[in-house]
């Protein structure tokens, strides 16, 4: 059973950091990370593949960078210059398995 476990996010102004975390029972390659803002479907964010090639959305890029360490089989989502839009839960996904979610609110 894969489980997936997100923490880092939080309250922060307009313009602000994160660090989102997403730490993966088994392998962490080819997560991914999704995020939904209320009354919204849940979107793409961005991911990694296991050669380390990177995707994000467009409303991100520039923004903010994923990474791997696969030692600690952990995914990351640096998050910067955040915008009240960025406002929702975040979630990572691997496969069929989604995290829980972490809630991000940026305040204007």
């Known amino acids: 059973q894969v489980q997936l476990v997100e923490s880092g996010g939080g309250l922060v102004q307009s313009g602000g950091s994160l660090r989102l975390s997403c730490t993966a029972s088994?392998?962490?390659?080819?997560i991914g990370w999704f995020r939904q803002a209320p009354g919204k479907e849940r979107e793409f964010v961005a991911n990694i593949l296991r050669d380390g090639t990177t995707f994000y959305v467009d409303a991100v890029k520039g923004r903010f960078t994923v990474s791997a360490d696969s030692a600690e089989n952990t995914v990351y989502l640096q998050m910067n210059s955040l915008a009240p839009e960025d406002t929702a839960t975040y979630y990572c996904?691997?496969?069929?398995?989604w995290g829980q979610g972490t809630q991000v609110t940026v305040s204007s």
């Open positions: 996904n691997q496969g069929p398995h």
């Open positions: 088994g392998f962490a390659f080819g």
